[in-house]
């Protein structure tokens, strides 16, 4: 199947099990960068599971029947590739970049990590206490830990609130049957692309992936489950050792095929998503209050939250979240004007022509379209559709997420003596 575009290259063959298998040709380059992408992530987790999609990504990396973890490193490092691999809540993907005359054998490496890891018992206890010690480093860092811990209240009671990494006593716990009884039921045509981009022919591409694929049966364990219902907690914790009081405030958003997600990402972007956006200009720039300061938009399959982080002294922290709170209420009640409107608009179509420039970011590129969409925006559509927003739009965007009792707020560091409540979050 050719998808009609006149600015990519998109093809795609769905394999007899359910597989599919996307590509999008880039002739004038010489690379070829490939994925394995599963619609999985930590939000298939149920609770005594959590943290064990981010543990089977390390465990692929540890060794096959045909090759040890080290052979898999020295195969790759001989053809001068990279292999990468990450967890979210609702992607697992393992991918890597190569020239196109070595994809034969960088394919066999890395379908030989997906299907047929050891999950040897010993590598398994070693590697609990390398995840252990990055939960550590996460824990050390405010920034993270204080995402982490807003994130968790925010969406309570859901897999999306639980950390990615899982917790101290999950990752202690896992046993080798466990990571192979997980695989076994996630690891199925039914979750999982196979999305390259560059210097291939997709026919001798598809071909490739049928070789190593095809033999999966069709099926598979599906992530379903409800729809993740916000919370709008206020948390106060303290942390003597830190010079700066971190803060993370959120609001529910809209979901990532929403027909108002440009609007919505025109609303990250003048809030933000920038150094020209309100809140770097007014609190750092202007004010000198914070050193880092910004809003970021996490849209899944049926939900979101926009975001904003900052880091500031303890003297500083109740002017910056005014200052937070008065962007706020700006987009609710007074629309864009059109030199901001502007502004928003090329920034986000600047930035995504950039992002498409490299196999490696257009390789991903499909792998999240099919995935969030079903379908591939060409970059025209996409451009269209950012033209497309008014300040209406956003607007009304702001004026029916951003309420009062739906904001929450989290706050870490030397608190003595801050006090924040509800009325503070007022918009």
């Known amino acids: 199947m050719r998808d009609p575009q006149p600015d990519r290259e998109v093809r795609m063959t769905v394999l007899p099990n359910g597989i599919r298998v996307i590509t999008e040709a880039m002739p004038a380059v010489r690379s070829v960068a490939f994925g394995f992408w599963l619609g999985t992530g930590s939000r298939a987790e149920k609770p005594r599971e959590s943290g064990i999609s981010h543990f089977i990504e390390h465990m692929l990396f540890k060794g096959t029947p045909r090759r040890s973890a080290e052979a898999i490193a020295r195969e790759m490092d001989s053809i001068g590739g990279h292999l990468d691999a990450f967890t979210g809540r609702e992607l697992v993907g393992y991918n890597t970049k190569v020239l196109d005359e070595h994809l034969p054998l960088a394919f066999d490496i890395l379908a030989d990590m997906l299907l047929n890891p050891l999950f040897e018992a010993d590598d398994v206890e070693k590697e609990k206490g390398v995840i252990l010690e990055e939960l550590k480093m996460d824990t050390d ?215 498409l420039e490299s196999t490696s970011s257009r390789m991903g590129n499909l792998a999240r379209q099919w995935l969030t969409y079903g379908r591939f925006y060409s970059i025209n559509e996409v451009i269209a559709g950012i033209e497309a927003v008014t300040a209406d739009q956003v607007l009304e965007t702001a004026a029916s997420h951003f309420n009062t009792e739906s904001i929450g707020m989290a706050l870490l560091g030397r608190l003595d003596g801050l006090d924040f409540g509800r009325n503070d979050l007022e918009c």
Request: a positive charge.
């Open 141 to 355: 860092n405010p920034e993270s830990f204080i995402h982490e811990l807003f994130v968790s209240r925010f969406w309570h009671g859901h897999p999306i609130g639980r950390p990615i990494i899982g917790t101290k006593k999950n990752i202690a716990g896992f046993t080798r049957d466990e990571l192979r009884d997980f695989h076994r039921r996630f690891y199925t045509p039914r979750n999982l692309i196979i999305t390259a981009a560059g210097s291939l022919d997709h026919g001798e591409f598809a071909a490739l992936a049928e070789k190593y694929f095809s033999t999966l049966p069709a099926g598979g364990d599906r992530p379903d489950g409800p729809r993740p219902e916000p919370k709008a907690p206020i948390l106060l914790k303290q942390r003597r050792s830190l010079e700066q009081v971190h803060f993370c405030l959120g609001a529910p958003m809209l979901e990532a095929a929403h027909p108002l997600r440009y609007a919505a990402y025109t609303l990250n972007v003048v809030l933000g998503a920038g150094m020209s956006s309100r809140l770097f200009q007014n609190i750092r720039e202007r004010q000198g209050l914070a050193y880092s300061i910004f809003s970021e938009l996490n849209l899944y399959r049926d939900a979101g939250m926009l975001a904003v982080y900052a880091g500031a002294s303890a003297a500083n922290v109740r002017a910056v979240l005014d200052g937070v709170m008065t962007e706020i209420r700006r987009l609710k009640t007074e629309p864009l004007a059109p030199d901001e409107l502007r502004l928003a608009k090329d920034n986000m179509k600047g930035s995504l022509v950039l992002s």
